[in-house]
T-cell receptor, first 115, second 114 residues
Framework: DAGVTQSPTHLIKTRGQQVTLRCSPK?????VSWYQQALGQGPQFIFQ???????QRGNFPDRFSGHQFPNYSSELNVNALLLGDSALYLC??????????????FGPGTRLTVL | AQSVSQHNHHVILSEAASLELGCNYS??????LFWYVQYPGQHLQLLLK??????LVKGIKGFEAEFIKSKFSFNLRKPSVQWSDTAEYFC????????????FGKGTLLTVNP
Protein backbone atom coordinates (compact mmCIF):
# COMPACT_ATOMS: atom_id res chain seq x y z
CA ASP A 1 0.00 0.00 0.00
CA ALA A 2 1.76 3.13 -1.24
CA GLY A 3 1.91 6.04 1.11
CA VAL A 4 1.84 9.70 0.16
CA THR A 5 4.33 10.48 -2.59
CA GLN A 6 5.65 13.85 -3.70
CA SER A 7 7.73 15.04 -6.62
CA PRO A 8 10.24 16.35 -7.17
CA THR A 9 12.37 15.74 -4.09
CA HIS A 10 14.43 18.88 -4.52
CA LEU A 11 14.02 21.95 -6.68
CA ILE A 12 16.09 25.08 -7.23
CA LYS A 13 14.50 28.16 -8.77
CA THR A 14 15.33 31.84 -9.09
CA ARG A 15 13.30 34.79 -7.88
CA GLY A 16 10.34 35.62 -10.08
CA GLN A 17 10.01 32.13 -11.52
CA GLN A 18 7.04 29.83 -11.14
CA VAL A 19 7.06 26.31 -9.68
CA THR A 20 4.71 23.33 -9.63
CA LEU A 21 4.89 20.63 -6.97
CA ARG A 22 3.02 17.36 -7.17
CA CYS A 23 1.43 15.01 -4.66
CA SER A 24 -0.21 11.61 -4.88
CA PRO A 25 -2.31 10.73 -1.84
CA LYS A 26 -2.25 7.47 0.06
CA UNK A 27 -4.34 4.80 -1.62
CA UNK A 28 -8.02 5.23 -0.69
CA UNK A 29 -7.69 8.85 0.42
CA UNK A 30 -9.65 11.66 -1.21
CA UNK A 31 -8.37 14.83 0.48
CA VAL A 32 -5.03 16.57 0.06
CA SER A 33 -3.61 19.31 2.28
CA TRP A 34 -0.46 21.33 1.63
CA TYR A 35 1.86 22.74 4.29
CA GLN A 36 4.97 24.92 4.15
CA GLN A 37 7.75 24.17 6.63
CA ALA A 38 10.42 26.86 6.84
CA LEU A 39 13.74 26.00 8.45
CA GLY A 40 13.39 25.70 12.22
CA GLN A 41 9.62 26.08 12.13
CA GLY A 42 6.63 23.80 12.30
CA PRO A 43 4.55 23.19 9.18
CA GLN A 44 2.11 25.96 8.24
CA PHE A 45 -1.16 25.16 6.50
CA ILE A 46 -1.49 26.49 2.95
CA PHE A 47 -4.74 24.94 1.69
CA GLN A 48 -6.77 21.77 1.39
CA UNK A 49 -8.48 20.19 -1.61
CA UNK A 50 -11.47 17.87 -1.64
CA UNK A 51 -13.64 16.93 -4.60
CA UNK A 52 -11.38 19.05 -6.81
CA UNK A 53 -12.20 22.21 -4.89
CA UNK A 54 -10.31 24.28 -2.33
CA UNK A 55 -12.00 23.50 0.96
CA GLN A 56 -9.90 25.52 3.42
CA ARG A 57 -7.13 28.06 3.04
CA GLY A 58 -4.46 29.39 5.36
CA ASN A 59 -2.85 32.83 5.41
CA PHE A 60 -0.94 32.59 2.16
CA PRO A 61 -1.08 35.07 -0.74
CA ASP A 62 -2.79 34.38 -4.05
CA ARG A 63 0.60 33.54 -5.54
CA PHE A 64 -0.01 30.13 -3.99
CA SER A 65 -2.61 28.16 -5.90
CA GLY A 66 -3.52 24.55 -6.27
CA HIS A 67 -5.47 21.98 -8.10
CA GLN A 68 -6.85 18.53 -7.45
CA PHE A 69 -7.40 16.03 -10.22
CA PRO A 70 -10.16 13.39 -10.55
CA ASN A 71 -7.72 10.73 -9.35
CA TYR A 72 -7.28 12.79 -6.12
CA SER A 73 -3.68 13.77 -6.86
CA SER A 74 -2.85 17.42 -6.40
CA GLU A 75 -0.55 20.18 -7.53
CA LEU A 76 0.73 23.22 -5.68
CA ASN A 77 1.71 26.18 -7.84
CA VAL A 78 3.69 29.17 -6.64
CA ASN A 79 4.08 32.20 -8.92
CA ALA A 80 6.56 35.07 -8.74
CA LEU A 81 8.84 33.23 -6.33
CA LEU A 82 10.43 35.15 -3.48
CA LEU A 83 13.49 34.22 -1.45
CA GLY A 84 11.17 33.67 1.50
CA ASP A 85 9.37 30.88 -0.34
CA SER A 86 12.39 28.64 0.24
CA ALA A 87 11.08 25.84 2.43
CA LEU A 88 10.06 22.21 2.63
CA TYR A 89 6.60 21.76 1.13
CA LEU A 90 4.62 18.92 2.65
CA CYS A 91 1.58 17.18 1.30
CA UNK A 92 -0.79 15.33 3.63
CA UNK A 93 -3.66 13.08 2.63
CA UNK A 94 -6.75 11.93 4.48
CA UNK A 95 -10.21 10.53 3.81
CA UNK A 96 -13.07 12.95 4.23
CA UNK A 97 -15.82 10.97 2.59
CA UNK A 98 -17.81 8.00 3.89
CA UNK A 99 -15.79 6.04 6.41
CA UNK A 100 -13.44 8.95 6.82
CA UNK A 101 -10.23 8.61 8.76
CA UNK A 102 -9.21 10.99 11.46
CA UNK A 103 -5.54 11.26 10.60
CA UNK A 104 -3.57 13.21 8.03
CA UNK A 105 -0.69 11.20 6.56
CA PHE A 106 2.33 13.17 5.40
CA GLY A 107 4.60 12.69 2.42
CA PRO A 108 8.38 13.17 2.41
CA GLY A 109 8.15 16.72 1.11
CA THR A 110 9.70 18.76 -1.68
CA ARG A 111 12.64 20.97 -0.72
CA LEU A 112 12.35 24.25 -2.67
CA THR A 113 15.31 26.62 -2.78
CA VAL A 114 14.82 30.07 -4.29
CA LEU A 115 18.01 31.91 -5.28
CA ALA B 1 -6.96 32.00 15.77
CA GLN B 2 -5.36 28.87 17.14
CA SER B 3 -1.74 28.78 18.21
CA VAL B 4 0.53 26.12 19.67
CA SER B 5 3.54 26.68 21.90
CA GLN B 6 6.30 24.19 22.45
CA HIS B 7 8.51 25.60 25.13
CA ASN B 8 11.54 23.39 24.67
CA HIS B 9 13.50 24.04 21.49
CA HIS B 10 16.17 21.39 22.08
CA VAL B 11 16.21 18.68 24.75
CA ILE B 12 19.25 16.49 25.36
CA LEU B 13 18.89 13.30 27.41
CA SER B 14 20.83 10.17 28.13
CA GLU B 15 19.35 6.76 27.36
CA ALA B 16 16.91 5.51 30.03
CA ALA B 17 16.11 9.04 31.19
CA SER B 18 12.46 10.07 31.39
CA LEU B 19 11.04 12.52 28.88
CA GLU B 20 8.40 15.19 29.08
CA LEU B 21 7.88 17.67 26.24
CA GLY B 22 5.56 20.57 26.85
CA CYS B 23 2.78 21.70 24.54
CA ASN B 24 0.24 24.43 25.17
CA TYR B 25 -2.42 25.64 22.79
CA SER B 26 -4.69 28.63 22.65
CA UNK B 27 -8.24 28.08 21.48
CA UNK B 28 -11.43 28.39 23.43
CA UNK B 29 -13.46 25.68 21.76
CA UNK B 30 -13.27 21.93 21.30
CA UNK B 31 -9.95 20.79 19.87
CA UNK B 32 -8.30 17.66 18.59
CA LEU B 33 -4.68 17.25 19.65
CA PHE B 34 -1.80 15.44 17.98
CA TRP B 35 1.86 14.66 18.42
CA TYR B 36 3.86 13.99 15.27
CA VAL B 37 7.47 12.83 15.09
CA GLN B 38 10.04 13.36 12.35
CA TYR B 39 13.01 11.00 12.53
CA PRO B 40 16.19 12.06 10.71
CA GLY B 41 15.67 11.74 6.97
CA GLN B 42 12.08 10.55 7.33
CA HIS B 43 8.68 12.15 6.93
CA LEU B 44 6.28 13.24 9.65
CA GLN B 45 4.58 10.34 11.39
CA LEU B 46 1.72 10.35 13.87
CA LEU B 47 2.73 9.36 17.41
CA LEU B 48 -0.62 9.74 19.10
CA LYS B 49 -3.84 11.74 19.04
CA UNK B 50 -6.60 12.88 21.36
CA UNK B 51 -10.16 13.56 20.22
CA UNK B 52 -12.28 12.84 23.30
CA UNK B 53 -12.64 10.48 26.24
CA UNK B 54 -9.78 9.39 28.48
CA UNK B 55 -7.39 12.35 28.67
CA LEU B 56 -4.41 10.00 28.97
CA VAL B 57 -3.59 8.81 25.49
CA LYS B 58 -1.15 6.07 24.62
CA GLY B 59 0.67 6.06 21.32
CA ILE B 60 3.29 4.09 19.49
CA LYS B 61 6.76 3.23 20.81
CA GLY B 62 5.81 3.69 24.46
CA PHE B 63 4.83 7.36 24.21
CA GLU B 64 1.84 8.81 26.01
CA ALA B 65 0.32 12.26 26.41
CA GLU B 66 -2.08 13.81 28.87
CA PHE B 67 -4.70 16.37 27.92
CA ILE B 68 -5.31 18.85 30.73
CA LYS B 69 -8.15 21.07 29.56
CA SER B 70 -7.84 23.59 32.40
CA LYS B 71 -4.20 24.19 31.48
CA PHE B 72 -4.69 24.02 27.69
CA SER B 73 -1.85 21.52 27.69
CA PHE B 74 -1.05 18.24 25.95
CA ASN B 75 2.38 17.18 27.19
CA LEU B 76 4.20 14.19 25.71
CA ARG B 77 5.88 11.69 28.01
CA LYS B 78 8.00 8.57 27.86
CA PRO B 79 9.34 6.86 30.97
CA SER B 80 12.62 5.69 29.44
CA VAL B 81 14.02 7.06 26.17
CA GLN B 82 16.21 5.21 23.72
CA TRP B 83 18.83 6.45 21.28
CA SER B 84 16.36 5.67 18.48
CA ASP B 85 13.97 8.30 19.89
CA THR B 86 16.30 11.03 18.60
CA ALA B 87 14.00 13.08 16.37
CA GLU B 88 12.01 16.28 16.11
CA TYR B 89 8.63 16.26 17.84
CA PHE B 90 5.73 18.47 16.80
CA CYS B 91 2.56 19.17 18.71
CA UNK B 92 -0.46 20.08 16.58
CA UNK B 93 -4.08 21.05 17.08
CA UNK B 94 -7.17 21.37 14.93
CA UNK B 95 -10.81 22.12 15.50
CA UNK B 96 -14.01 21.79 13.56
CA UNK B 97 -13.40 18.18 12.65
CA UNK B 98 -10.49 15.86 12.37
CA UNK B 99 -9.79 16.75 8.74
CA UNK B 100 -9.53 20.45 9.35
CA UNK B 101 -6.24 22.26 9.04
CA UNK B 102 -3.56 21.41 11.56
CA UNK B 103 -1.82 24.19 13.47
CA PHE B 104 1.66 23.08 14.50
CA GLY B 105 4.09 24.22 17.15
CA LYS B 106 7.67 25.04 16.20
CA GLY B 107 8.87 21.62 17.25
CA THR B 108 11.26 20.24 19.86
CA LEU B 109 14.47 18.54 18.81
CA LEU B 110 15.21 15.59 21.08
CA THR B 111 18.75 14.25 21.17
CA VAL B 112 19.29 11.03 23.10
CA ASN B 113 22.89 10.18 23.86
CA PRO B 114 23.84 6.51 24.18
Amino acid sequence: DAGVTQSPTHLIKTRGQQVTLRCSPKSGHDTVSWYQQALGQGPQFIFQYYEEEERQRGNFPDRFSGHQFPNYSSELNVNALLLGDSALYLCASSLLGTGGTDTQYFGPGTRLTVL
Amino acid sequence: AQSVSQHNHHVILSEAASLELGCNYSYGGTVNLFWYVQYPGQHLQLLLKYFSGDPLVKGIKGFEAEFIKSKFSFNLRKPSVQWSDTAEYFCAVNSGGSNYKLTFGKGTLLTVNP
